[in-house]
């Protein structure tokens, strides 16, 4: 399998790189325990916050990914320039202008994957060069399209090309990996699956929230990137949990933006990780989150999905 021969994994499962949760330290525990660990470099990070955290995710000695946003490359081409600097094993590069950077990243050696929404997304990243897609079905938690859902999504894809195709959005657990593997993904994209776990920068009230959360928790909007005022296009909402925030600013996006007051209050509700006001980015698969586990233990569980291969057959 491409996944785990390129990268020496012992599980196909690449831990999704998520903003204010995958932090050096949850991005080595990933890729020590078999997988490959994505660093979440969000918008509002320094570039030396990526230096410092890819420090901690290649002391290990395992490959490690970094994950970009291209319209904040833009704005920050300082990040590009530090990631250029780690020369990581993956980076994903998405949601916007990512073509300029692809052949940079690969000059370099590194391998450039990037998550695909619909089939348009996938034939752009087919024609702009790109070596792995993601296929992130509508599912998924954090930022991305609400078009199709993973399956038909990665279904279409896979009949559209021969790159290496990994699958995101609602694998919550070894059946989900096992399907998406015998549909013929190289490997499976889990963000929500790591959430709680204990290497995860996820603040502790949040982690509650989550672990009490079910499947139907979730919703999907711009409203706390209007709040939050981080530059996120509008043609990218994001999948959260439901909270008091969302539920009266929702429909008043755009009254939102220029709330000065609106956006303190956010602002303040993710200083105090209070999960009323905060945004909490998960995918529909949140609802198999229980306990707060270690990375291995996670990796553990994942790596059961031979035992849902072999019943299929």
Not at 39 to 57: K, N
Not at 81 to 93: F, G
Not at 124 to 147: F, L, S, T
Not at 210 to 222: N, S
Request: net charge negative; glycine share 12%.
């Amino acid at each position: 399998m491409w996944l785990t021969e390129k990268f020496g994994l012992s599980v196909p499962v690449v831990g999704a790189p998520m903003a204010n949760v995958s932090g050096g330290r949850l991005t080595a525990a990933i890729s020590v325990a078999g997988g490959l660990g994505m660093l979440g470099a969000g918008s509002a990070v320094s570039a030396d916050w990526i230096r410092t955290e890819g420090a901690v995710a290649a002391a290990s000695g395992k490959p490690y990914g970094v994950g970009l946003m291209a319209w904040s490359v833009k704005d920050r081409p300082e990040h590009l320039d530090a990631v250029l600097e780690l020369k990581p094993a993956l980076v994903s590069l998405s949601f916007g202008d990512y073509a300029p950077y692809v052949g940079m990243l690969q000059k370099e050696g590194i391998v450039v994957a990037m998550q695909a929404g619909t089939v348009a997304d996938a034939r752009e990243a087919i024609d702009v060069g790109v070596d792995a897609i993601v296929a992130r079905g509508a599912e998924a938690g954090g930022h991305g399209r609400n078009a199709v859902a993973t399956l038909p999504l990665l279904q279409s894809i896979l009949d559209l090309t021969e790159i290496p195709v990994l699958a995101a959005g609602g694998i919550s657990g070894p059946r989900g990996l096992a399907a998406v593997l015998a549909a013929g993904a190289v490997g499976g994209w889990i963000g929500t699956a790591f959430l709680t776990c204990t290497e995860a920068l996820t603040p502790e009230p949040v982690r509650q929230r989550v672990i009490e959360a079910d499947e139907t928790d979730t919703v999907y909007g711009t409203v706390f990137d209007a709040a939050s005022r981080a530059g996120w296009p509008d043609e990218f909402g994001g999948r959260a949990l439901r909270n008091a925030f969302f539920d009266t600013w929702e429909g008043h996006e755009e009254e939102l933006k220029t709330k000065d007051a609106a956006h303190a209050d956010y602002v303040d509700g993710v200083r105090a990780a209070d999960p009323a006001r905060t945004s909490i980015y998960a995918g529909q698969g949140v609802g198999a989150l229980t306990t707060q586990p270690t990375a291995a233990e996670v990796l553990g569980s994942f790596a059961t999905y031979r035992t849902y291969l072999q019943a299929a057959q």
